[in-house]
């Protein structure tokens, strides 16, 4: 029950989500936020993870509206519904029944559950309610709706209940996967965008863009457009950064100038996964970036500063540019510095200083270097 992170220093081996759907051994999912706010503001936390007992009571004033909801979009689909307790489980039960829907409710104590899963499986039934107990260890590969009523801030928990929905099937090309809105002062609630984003920042614009959509968004889809929108959120970042560090004349690089400038989708992206990686940088990495022109105050933990000292390591041996070159020519208007040849940068260092430490003119820094 702890962190496995804390105890080992890396991950010898990850089978991912979205390799396994690519690689066809799971069905492409899509996500659908539906336009319901549900406000959980007032649950309590036990063991990290929201209580059920507060999260079921936080539930019933909106159980009509959801059935609604799912009558709506899911009518004619082999729906799967995790809820926080076996009572709010039940209860939702009748209410879908009295929507029009064939529902049947599963908990530990159901002494006819295998009758009922396995009238699921026929088609008896055409939602499945239960109370976390569907998890894990059973198997419908014919389910291609999932309902998450029952909202975690675990990311393993949240991955076995969609998980339930995620088996290759005759005549099943995806899965919808229904999220709500859910109202809470917390940020690290699970989202669709947590079962493939490693990103905290591409997971929350995801799952801004999907709440947007008001449709169904396949996940992968929705990451490649997110990952580009915080690009483009990071250069609008950079510039304003720029602008600012003109007029403090900062003389080293900002780290996030120099991850823009090299391209490199590992140091934007990164996101601790180790103890020792969540630290702050020691005073050794510090000093170390900052000899190297790197400002050392915006790196936010060891694990960052270390793979940017590697990155820096493995730059000077093949010869590419150094972050004080980046910063000066950068400053003058030339783009992606960081993708030269430390030598090619040199010698137009040496012409903008023979020439008054101006542009020389014919230069366009906008184009130079394009083909």
């Not at 999912?29 to 007032?42: F, M, Q, V």
């Not at 009518?75 to 489980?89: H, M, Y």
């Not at 889809?221 to 990071?234: D, L």
């Amino acid at each position: 029950m702890r962190n496995l992170g804390q105890y080992f220093e890396s991950l010898a081996y990850e089978y991912t989500l979205p390799r396994a759907i690519r690689e066809g051994y799971l069905c492409p999912i899509k996500a659908e936020t539906i336009p319901l706010s549900l406000d959980i503001r007032g649950v309590g936390i036990r063991s990290g993870d929201f209580k059920a007992a507060d999260l079921g009571s936080a539930l019933d004033p909106y159980l009509q509206s959801i059935a609604e909801e799912m009558t709506a979009r899911c009518a004619d689909r082999k729906t799967v519904v995790f809820l926080p307790l076996v009572k709010t489980s039940q209860k939702f039960r009748d209410i879908l029944n009295a929507h029009g829907f064939r529902a049947a409710e599963v908990n530990g104590d159901s002494q006819d559950r295998s009758q009922v899963l396995e009238d699921f499986a026929s088609g008896k039934y055409n939602v499945l309610c239960n109370s976390m107990l569907l998890t894990e260890g059973w198997d419908c590969p014919e389910v291609d709706c999932v309902v998450v009523l029952r909202p975690t801030k675990v990311r393993s928990l949240y991955c076995q209940m969609v998980g339930r929905g995620t088996r290759l099937a005759p005549g099943k090309d995806h899965l919808i996967l229904l999220d709500f809105l859910w109202h809470t002062e917390r940020h690290d609630l699970c989202h669709p965008a947590h079962l493939i984003c490693e990103s905290p920042e591409v997971a929350q614009k995801m799952t801004e863009n999907i709440e947007a959509a008001a449709c169904p968004v396949d996940l992968e889809e929705a990451e490649a457009q997110a990952s580009m929108n915080v690009v483009a959120q990071r250069e609008e970042a950079l510039a304003k950064k720029l602008a600012e560090m003109k007029t403090r004349k900062r003389k080293l690089v900002d780290p996030l100038q120099f991850e823009m400038s090299i391209q490199a989708e590992d140091l934007s992206g990164y996101a601790p996964a180790f103890g020792w990686e969540m630290g702050p940088p020691s005073d050794k990495q510090r000093q170390t970036l900052e000899r190297l022109g790197i400002f050392p105050d915006d790196i936010e933990c060891a694990g960052k500063a270390k793979l940017l000292l590697d990155k820096l390591d493995k730059r000077r041996t093949a010869g590419l540019t150094t972050p004080k070159q980046i910063r000066f020519l950068e400053g003058r208007g030339f783009q992606h510095v960081g993708t030269w040849q430390f030598e090619d940068a040199r010698r137009l260092i040496d012409r903008i200083a023979a020439n008054g430490w101006r542009v020389p003119a014919g230069v366009d820094p906008a184009s130079y270097g394009k083909k």
